[in-house]
């Protein structure tokens, strides 16, 4: 027979017990920066434990305006809109190059994405970062009974808390990785706008170019044009032969097509500029400079030290590297705290129960798939090693492309510069000699579409040779600093 001192001695530990837990309970949920809602208020709003038929039939209200917020709602489709951008371009001269490549890059979709990505990529940490905090858990469960022809209303509230305590760094290594990925974003935004930037400088250059070679074929039109009518003339006077004239219309059928096939080129060139540049009123296209480059062993270690590719490759590493010792600690044990309390709404203190403990999980077989995960990984580590040296590779030949193509179309340049000129001499001196009459008509016109050959021969390579200036520029230096572009993210 158990006494009435202890019997009365078990009530007074079971109550305290439940105080106890309830306040441990709150305490945690403010450790963890969560605030426990007031769940529970109403269920100790009863100063009795014995509830009359008064209250019986009050009882349903006593708990209506908690639930009244699971009751079904349709969740409403949210739309997630996202602006087009429509940026504002200066004139496009060399004084404002920096100007119109910056906003290229602030308003192109890839770099707006990119910017989003790294947003996203910092909200991952925090959710990683949350299993480090307290969790707490609440349930409500209400109904009416039915027994010996009386209706019964019950309701139950429970609620958990667990927190992790320890598990061999698991957590840590995982909050490691998305750190490390929410770096490896921000140098994909980098790599973004860099790529966004020297596209820029690509289609802006390639339209100067086609509107220059435009203007040659128009110019050699425009000469040529009078000196085919005067061989048709002589033709019908009688004093050309037909080889002669059929000459003169192959060459000047050339212009023509050429002419036909740059017109082409222009539109395809004005479309793709304004990718980039929408907008833009191309009117006001100037061309740009030959920047200023390094060669040799200079140009190779400046690459290597900023290329955003490799730091991005090195930051993938890291990631997976962590996660990899993420899988290895979860083959030991880890540790955590969990505790209970559940109160029915009547005989609260009486009939309410309480836990509080230690939890220790250890997984002792799981067939094999946690140490198959770990070795695919280390493979995984290791092929994205082997990436970054090709990635080394792929540089080191496209600086050494670059620069040879730099050196190329430099020489190109100053041949076909001297071209130009010789063939301006000889254009000039056939039209002179023309009015002696020791030159052809024939011999002008060939001299015309001589020269025009040439002209489109300079302004290639001199547009060659600025492209090649801004690749070397863009793997030694990069493009988008100098700009002023400041991601906003």
Same mark, same amino acid.
């Given at each position: 027979?158990?006494?009435?001192?202890?019997?009365?001695?078990?009530?007074?530990?079971?109550?305290?017990?439940?105080?106890?837990?309830?306040?441990?309970?709150?305490?945690?949920?403010?450790?963890?920066?969560?605030?426990?809602?007031?769940?529970?208020?109403?269920?100790?709003?009863? +100063?009795?434990?014995?509830?009359?038929?008064?209250? /019986?039939?009050?009882?349903?209200?006593?708990?209506?305006?908690?639930?009244?917020?699971?009751?079904?709602?349709?969740?409403?489709?949210?739309?997630?809109?996202?602006?087009?951008?429509?940026?504002?371009?200066?004139?496009?001269?060399?004084? $404002?190059?920096?100007?119109?490549?910056?906003?290229?890059?602030?308003?192109?979709?890839?770099?707006?994405?990119?910017?989003?990505?790294?947003?996203?990529?910092?909200?991952?940490?925090?959710?990683?970062?949350?299993?480090?905090?307290?969790?707490?858990?609440?349930?409500?469960?209400?109904?009416?009974?039915?027994?010996?022809?009386?209706?019964?209303?019950?309701?139950?509230?429970?609620?958990?808390?667990?927190?992790?305590?320890?598990?061999?760094?698991?957590?840590?290594?995982?909050?490691?990785?998305?750190?490390?990925?929410?770096?490896?974003?921000?140098?994909?935004?980098?790599?973004?706008? =860099?790529?966004?930037?020297?596209?820029?400088?690509?289609?802006?250059?390639?339209?100067?170019?086609?509107?220059?070679?435009?203007?040659?074929?128009?110019?050699?039109?425009?000469?040529? =044009?009078?000196?085919?009518?005067?061989? !048709? $003339?002589?033709?019908?006077?009688?004093?050309?032969?037909?080889?002669?004239?059929?000459?003169?219309?192959?060459?000047?059928?050339?212009?023509?097509?050429?002419?036909?096939?740059? &017109?082409?080129?222009?539109?395809?060139? *004005?479309?793709?500029?304004?990718?980039?540049?929408?907008?833009?009123?191309?009117?006001?296209?100037?061309?740009?400079?030959?920047?200023?480059?390094?060669?040799?062993?200079?140009?190779?270690?400046?690459?290597?030290?900023?290329?955003?590719?490799? /730091?991005?490759?090195?930051?993938?590493?890291?990631?997976?590297?962590?996660?990899?010792? %993420?899988?290895?600690?979860?083959? !030991?044990?880890?540790?955590?705290? &969990?505790?209970?309390?559940?109160?029915?709404? =009547?005989? %609260?203190?009486?009939?309410?129960?309480?836990?509080?403990?230690?939890?220790?999980?250890?997984?002792?077989?799981?067939?094999? /798939?946690?140490?198959?995960?770990?070795?695919?990984?280390?493979?995984?580590?290791?092929?994205?090693?082997?990436? /970054?040296?090709?990635?080394?590779?792929?540089? *080191?030949?496209?600086?050494?492309?670059?620069?040879?193509?730099?050196?190329?179309?430099?020489? %190109?340049?100053?041949?076909?510069?001297?071209?130009?000129?010789?063939?301006?001499?000889?254009?000039?001196?056939?039209?002179?000699?023309?009015?002696?009459?020791?030159?052809?008509?024939?011999?002008?016109?060939?001299?015309?579409?001589?020269?025009?050959?040439?002209?489109?021969?300079?302004?290639?390579?001199?547009?060659?040779?600025?492209?090649?200036?801004?690749?070397?520029?863009?793997? %030694?230096?990069?493009?988008? !600093?100098?700009? +002023?572009?400041?991601?906003?993210?």
């Amino acid at each position: 027979m158990i006494e009435k001192s202890e019997v009365w001695y078990l009530k007074v530990f079971q109550n305290k017990s439940i105080l106890i837990l309830t306040s441990l309970l709150l305490v945690g949920c403010q450790t963890s920066d969560q605030k426990l809602p007031n769940m529970l208020s109403s269920l100790f709003e009863s +100063g009795s434990s014995q509830i009359s038929e008064v209250n /019986r039939k009050k009882e349903p209200k006593l708990f209506g305006g908690f639930f009244d917020q699971f009751k079904h709602q349709s969740i409403k489709d949210e739309e997630i809109k996202v602006s087009r951008s429509n940026p504002t371009f200066k004139a496009f001269n060399q004084s $404002n190059i920096f100007y119109n490549i910056e906003t290229a890059i602030q308003n192109h979709p890839s770099v707006q994405g990119a910017n989003f990505n790294v947003k996203s990529a910092k909200q991952n940490i925090k959710t990683v970062e949350s299993g480090k905090n307290t969790q707490v858990n609440f349930q409500a469960l209400s109904g009416v009974s039915r027994e010996n022809q009386k209706n019964t209303f019950g309701a139950l509230g429970s609620m958990n808390i667990s927190r992790l305590l320890f598990d061999y760094g698991a957590l840590d290594n995982t909050v490691v990785s998305q750190e490390k990925r929410y770096q490896l974003s921000k140098v994909q935004a980098e790599i973004a706008a =860099e790529t966004v930037a020297l596209r820029g400088y690509e289609v802006w250059l390639n339209l100067h170019r086609q509107k220059k070679v435009m203007d040659v074929y128009s110019d050699g039109l425009a000469l040529a =044009e009078p000196i085919l009518g005067q061989i !048709k $003339n002589i033709s019908l006077s009688g004093l050309a032969d037909k080889a002669m004239i059929l000459k003169a219309q192959q060459d000047f059928s050339k212009l023509e097509l050429a002419n036909s096939r740059s &017109s082409a080129e222009l539109a395809a060139a *004005e479309a793709l500029f304004g990718d980039i540049f929408p907008k833009g009123n191309i009117k006001t296209l100037e061309g740009l400079n030959v920047r200023r480059i390094m060669q040799g062993a200079a140009a190779k270690k400046a690459m290597f030290k900023q290329a955003a590719v490799l /730091r991005a490759q090195d930051l993938l590493v890291s990631a997976f590297e962590a996660e990899f010792k %993420t899988l290895k600690a979860q083959k !030991k044990a880890n540790v955590s705290m &969990s505790a209970g309390l559940t109160a029915p709404a =009547e005989n %609260t203190i009486k009939d309410g129960s309480a836990n509080v403990g230690i939890l220790v999980n250890y997984v002792f077989n799981d067939g094999g /798939r946690l140490d198959s995960q770990i070795l695919g990984l280390k493979e995984k580590i290791k092929e994205l090693k082997f990436q /970054r040296q090709n990635i080394e590779k792929e540089l *080191e030949s496209q600086l050494k492309v670059a620069i040879e193509t730099y050196i190329g179309t430099q020489k %190109t340049f100053n041949t076909a510069l001297e071209l130009v000129n010789l063939s301006k001499e000889v254009r000039d001196t056939s039209k002179d000699q023309l009015v002696s009459g020791r030159s052809k008509v024939q011999e002008v016109l060939n001299a015309e579409v001589t020269l025009a050959e040439n002209k489109i021969q300079l302004v290639n390579a001199e547009v060659e040779l600025k492209l090649a200036s801004y690749r070397i520029r863009a793997l %030694t230096h990069g493009l988008t !600093k100098e700009t +002023g572009w400041k991601p906003f993210y």
